[in-house]
């Protein structure tokens, strides 16, 4: 399995190490294959977290403002964290607790306290953060934020997710495929597979 991290190569190699089971999933344009990677991704933040860093612009005396979109948790305040000592004169005080909120269909970040005059006179209009973003499978490599050296990892995770699927269809005869780090055979039914699939990828993501 040595393609890039492109959805197209992915796919390839996903439905490569599912074998006989691959013939399952008949969607056009390799739409389930896509989902189990993109399923994949998504679980993989759980040990390989995508951190980013975000700004926006303070107003005082205003608690809320726009998130980043892509934004799935608040990681961690930039601002104020060269704040100076609680005796010198230009002290800010006790900063604001940051809190992701979705609004309808916006996500918004409440600062509480809102930021006073003073902290922003100090401090700066510039609140610069770390945040959580979900992984994502690109058309193009460059756009997989999975890295290289995870591939197989992924397509372990991906594979868990095909069996998942075939547990629910109720598909009971026995399937094989090739694990994504090892290539070594194994058979059972789905739901056996699902199970050893996750314990493997569980424990190699975790070492």
Known sequence: MAGTMSEADLVTDLKASLQDAASVFTVAADADFKRHLSLAALDMGRFFPRTL????????????????????????????????????DNWPGKLPRVTLVVNGSVKELHLDPAPSAAQVATLGVDYQFYYYAAHAIGAAASDTTVLPGHRGLLLLRAQAEAMQELTVRNLNKPVQLR???????????????????MDMFEQRAAA
């Open 53 to 88: 860093i975000g700004s926006l612009t303070l107003v005082a005396d205003q608690s809320t403002y726009v998130a980043p979109a892509a934004m799935v948790a608040f990681k961690l305040a930039l601002w104020g964290s060269k704040r100076g000592n609680p005796w010198e």
């Open 179 to 197: 694990d994504g780090l090892s290539g070594t055979p194994r058979n059972s039914t789905p739901a056996a597979l699902f199970s050893t699939l």
